[in-house]
């Protein structure tokens, strides 16, 4: 009896009602995520788990057979960290999709790691409430991605990351037992803080069955947004780092370079920037979106700071003008994808340092001679460099770039991934950026929940 | 050669500088936090660590000689978690109180573990920045405990619990060596959470030496005060539900119930209510303040709101009159004190489940003949029920009835502590609430952490 037998005996019927997969097509799927990469190899099934107990039973299979586990959402990742390798059995979650409950009074919501991050703030709208975690791939991506992820997003500065969201966990461990961890308070010191550290653990160290988030008001009236047009990248920094000196707190702060800006207006036609500033030109971008009573007020204190670092600010004076100064900063993806393969990196600085950080990226493009687009949430110095190449997948040359720019967002006391993860391809500078001592921590704690080194090897550590 | 003497060796000059001592009447002092828990017997020795060598030199002797170290900030807890147990090192951080930088750019702070809390907040002051974290003994604790404690405070339930606040740590292993976790950054993701790991380990992982907290901007203008007297604590409880459905945010949302408004009126006297409301009597009473530029609308939404509970509410129209709503409030704990010796306990629940607690609060009360004044950041439904028992010292039967009541907190789907952490004093009941397999996981990441046992034994671990 090997593994896959084993597993079918223990799903009992549901084994053919689609939970378990060995369909090439579909395991071929899985070996992908959206970063580009695609692992080695086939991994030997996909289960499509429906239940807590489905998810247990993989495990004990696993176990039992010392074969690896992968454990997957949407597969919207873009570090590597979900493709089933070869040998493995993929476990989706994408099938446990449930919203369980919404309470209101204790403003919290359960659900099942499969559910979408844009449908469950859809469930919470009609109650006033929202989930504050919004990476871009919000329409698309799970719940689940994003704690395993610990994902940010644009929101961040102001409502912070996926972990302070998580109330507590359901979790499936190595073996196959079940544990919860948190509570559904806010405040509880009852020994270690495992949700926080399952949160960002990648798939490595239990599977996330389930979640109990914390979900908080919608902030009141309109937003109000302002887009300003700079004559370079450090000006646009400086006009960001006074917003916050001011001690304003937008909910949105984005910043696209010249090389950005260049290839958006290519795609949208020039006349597009034209239209949403009465004026063209410009070689860095700012777009800046205040919420909660005081919008208005706080976006007009934004542009006059702004103008005084000699930018162009325009201050929508409605929702249709809004979205057109947002249009801008919503083309980048497609703009750049439009032009060649693009490498989505990650890095993060203190807010500080950013203008070292955009001066390193133009040094590195240069001598490198790859375009490298960069849009930044400037309000928490998370800066998205984008490799452009062309023809297909991430060329070494590509690669050797990149290190440069981790290696400085490191030397800035920053760090090589502020949102995406390591996975697979960040797992090579990890140990230097955490030093010996600490990756030696992290490998140990991983053992304590993984003894037998089944779920996700490969990934994070090398 | 003993480990004092190798110690002595080791810290040279500095040893007979202060740094090491081994006076009686220090050591007897070390023995005691602010729980009114001592514990027995006497530890060998207190070293005033004054530098990260010291800590460092301190590790090393133990390990050397395989003794317990118990780390040591202000000796302010409330859960026996830093009392210095027979035949241990007391490891004093309270010596490491220099605040190394505040950065207005990157809106943080750098500092040593001794830094008392309200010191911090006072260096910020002057720069329009707050420390968030404020538990109730600000003024007299240090920043160090906050983060081994996970410590919370009035504040919780709109700016957070301290581990939201910490970055990154500096921090001595049970061996020696220093490790730095997390980022100068708001975001990052290399890697296990090894911050929030360690913040509320109550110096069972490591020695806190340094650490970068988050801090935020001043609310801008002046803050609002509400407070009402309601015919019960089960009207007060739904005053406070009711603001939160409102969706208004308050910085202080304080529940008084009957026993606790009982004895701060004979505390401070009949008349400083009855001048405070112009009127006397309710048998609960809410504090309620908001910050922010939104504060004195939101104060009068709320106060419509609960008006509609039946409560009589008062405004403070100006400074001087938030002072006296106030001062109600702050009478809790002098006013319990003058009348015999006081456990205070913390527990937690799902803000919806308040009035079930309140309920269960003065059952217990009744059963064991112990009263139970109690107050509650309503807020974030953390409950600190304190039992007033005559002489000194918590007898068992104060435990008895604690136990029960912590009991309840779980059954309500809360914890056992909110904020003040487990110690000695609940670690009986920490199995309980974790689970088996919880429970398991977690001795065994302190066993990666201090593989010796020599970090604090005895606390949090049964």
């Given at each position: 009896m090997d593994v896959i037998d084993w597993l079918r005996a223990a799903l009992g019927s549901d084994a053919d009602d689609g939970?378990?997969?060995?369909d090439p097509a579909l395991l071929d799927v899985a070996?992908?995520?959206?970063?580009?990469w695609v692992a080695d190899g086939s991994p030997l099934a996909l289960v499509n788990a429906r239940t807590v107990e489905h998810v247990q039973a993989t495990m004990r299979a696993a176990s039992e057979f010392r074969v690896p586990v992968v454990p997957r959402g949407a597969?919207?990742?873009?570090?590597?960290?979900?493709n089933g390798s070869a040998g493995s059995i993929v476990l989706s979650?994408?099938?446990?999709?449930?919203?369980l409950e919404i309470s209101t009074e204790d403003q919290l919501a359960v659900v099942e790691p499969g559910v979408i991050n844009e449908d469950l703030d859809a469930a919470l709208e009609p109650f006033g409430?929202?989930?504050?975690?919004?990476?871009?791939s919000k329409a698309i991506s799970t719940i689940g991605g994003n704690i395993a992820t610990n994902a940010g997003g644009l929101l961040c500065a102001k409502y912070g990351v996926t972990r302070e969201a998580v109330l507590g966990l359901d979790v499936v461990l190595a073996d196959g037992r079940f544990v919860r961890t948190g509570h559904r308070t806010v405040k509880g010191v009852t020994g270690y803080d495992l949700t926080s550290l399952l949160v960002g653990s990648e798939g490595t160290l239990g599977v996330i069955v389930g979640a109990t988030v914390r979900v908080l008001p919608r902030p009141q009236g309109e937003p109000t947004t302002l887009g300003a047009l700079f004559a370079d990248v450090r000006a646009a920094s400086d006009a960001a780092a006074r917003v916050t000196a001011a001690h304003l707190r937008p909910a949105v702060m984005e910043l696209l370079d010249a090389p950005a800006l260049e290839r958006i207006s290519a795609y949208l036609g020039e006349q597009t920037i034209r239209d949403a500033f009465g004026a063209a030109g410009g070689a860095a971008y700012l777009l800046v979106q205040f919420d909660g009573p005081t919008a208005s007020d706080d976006a007009a204190a934004a542009a006059s700071v702004i103008a005084e670092t000699g930018g162009t600010v325009r201050v929508a004076a409605d929702a249709a003008e809004g979205e057109r100064l947002l249009a801008i900063r919503r083309a980048f993806h497609p703009a750049l994808a439009a032009t060649g393969t693009v490498l989505i990196e990650d890095v993060a600085v203190p807010r500080s340092r950013m203008p070292e950080m955009f001066a390193a990226i133009e040094r590195i493009s240069r001598r490198h001679g790859i375009p490298i687009p960069t849009v930044a949430h400037a309000g928490d110095g998370n800066l998205h460099p984008n490799f452009v190449a062309p023809g297909d997948g991430i060329a070494p040359a590509v690669w050797e770039a990149a290190g440069e720019l981790f290696r400085t967002a490191m030397e800035l006391g920053?760090?090589?991934?502020?949102?995406?993860?390591?996975?697979?391809?960040k797992r090579r500078w990890l140990a230097e950026e955490l030093g010996p001592d600490s990756y030696d921590l992290q490998v140990k704690l991983k053992s304590v929940f993984d003894p037998l080194g089944i779920l996700n090897p490969g990934k994070v550590f090398g």
């Open positions: 939970v378990l997969s060995t070996r992908a995520d959206r970063s580009g597969g919207t990742g873009l570090a590597g960290g979900a979650l994408a099938g446990m999709d449930r919203i409430l929202f989930f504050a975690p919004d990476p871009a920053g760090t090589l991934t502020g949102e995406h993860g390591v996975g697979v391809l």
